[in-house]
């Protein structure tokens, strides 16, 4: 599960934890991301509203990151879905940035019940020990918790956004099925296709029908993880439902032929600017376009 994550992760002399902290969600990186580059971006909170939120699911505590415009009220919702490192700084970066362009977004820790996705040094570990004993069925409940706690403290929850990146790229388009209150998604190399089981039942490719919000899927040409024949794969499935479904007739992709998966990452050496700055356009066009603004 999630090959494509652990071979463009695993960075070449071996992982290290030097500078690796672990406070609350959103600050610091995950362990098995370090060293971090250079040309990792830094977004400031001013006038924004920040910091680590605890959202209720059922009897449980989840804990995400929220930021938000600090002046205006009912800002639309975007939904950030983590890679399978769990909110850490760069997500909780991205979510910054969308609450620079006047959304409110929350990112969730969905992996804390199963384990601190943070603290794991080795990727396959962290596949093996948490990201794959994390059901979908869970997540959707946790993301549905994330948008009545997003409503309650005053986010516009009519027009649902979300977005999600390789393992969160994937549950975007399967929460775009999911909820009727998503109106776009944007999904940045999310895997498309593979094996049913009892704790992942469907992919995207088998959800095609039932998507809710039209979703922009961004992905690379060069993605050794998410071959173009998958895409092709989905594309035809969407083509498919279009005729009765008009979420998945509207749903886009791009495709960047020179970028490898996790090209949006600027903490790593996959990220490629390029991709990534047209990338996040389109992302906040989409949005707009589809009544997320």
């Known amino acids: 599960m999630l090959k494509e994550?652990?071979?463009?992760?695993?960075?070449?002399?071996?992982?290290?934890?030097?500078?690796?902290?672990?406070?609350?969600v959103g600050t610091g990186f995950a362990a098995a991301v370090l060293p971090?580059?250079?040309?990792?971006?830094?977004?400031?909170?001013?006038?924004?509203?920040?910091?680590?939120?605890?959202?209720?699911?059922?009897?449980?505590?989840?804990?995400?990151?929220?930021?938000?415009?600090?002046n205006r009220p009912n800002?639309?919702?975007?939904?950030v879905v983590s890679e399978i490192f769990g909110v850490h700084e760069h997500i909780a970066?991205?979510?910054?940035?969308?609450?620079?362009?006047?959304?409110?977004?929350?990112?969730?820790?969905?992996?804390?019940?199963?384990?601190?996705?943070?603290s794991y040094g080795e990727i396959a570990k962290l596949i093996a020990e948490v990201v794959s004993k994390v059901p979908?069925?869970?997540?959707?409940?946790?993301?549905?918790?994330?948008v009545a706690w997003a409503k309650g403290q005053g986010a516009a929850t009519g027009a649902v956004g979300v977005t999600g990146f390789c393992w969160g790229g994937r549950i975007t388009w399967l929460y775009a099925a999911h909820n009727p209150a998503v109106k776009a998604g944007v999904a940045w190399y999310g895997r498309l296709?593979?094996?049913?089981s009892p704790l992942n039942p469907k992919q995207p490719v088998d959800v095609a029908a039932a998507l809710k919000g039209p979703v922009l899927g961004l992905y690379g040409g060069a993605d050794t993880g998410i071959p173009l024949d998958t895409v092709n794969q989905m594309k035809a499935a969407l083509t498919a439902a279009g005729a009765a479904n008009a979420a998945a007739k509207a749903s886009e992709f791009v495709v960047y032929p020179e970028a490898p998966h996790a090209f949006h990452a600027d903490y790593r050496p996959s990220y490629r600017k390029e991709a990534a700055d047209d990338g996040w356009k389109r992302a906040l066009a989409w949005f707009k376009a589809h009544g997320v603004a």
């Open 136 to 146: 979908d069925e869970q997540v959707m409940k946790d993301l549905d918790a994330s």
């Open 193 to 196: 296709v593979g094996a049913a």
């Open 93 to 118: 970066d991205v979510a910054r940035r969308f609450a620079k362009a006047g959304y409110f977004a929350v990112a969730p820790e969905l992996f804390v019940r199963q384990g601190d996705a943070g």
């Open 36 to 70: 971090v580059g250079a040309q990792t971006i830094k977004t400031d909170s001013a006038g924004l509203v920040t910091g680590e939120v605890t959202i209720p699911v059922g009897d449980f505590k989840m804990p995400a990151y929220r930021a938000a415009p600090a």
């Open 75 to 79: 800002a639309p919702l975007v939904l």
């Open 5 to 24: 994550e652990f071979d463009t992760l695993v960075p070449a002399g071996g992982l290290s934890r030097r500078g690796f902290v672990r406070g609350t």
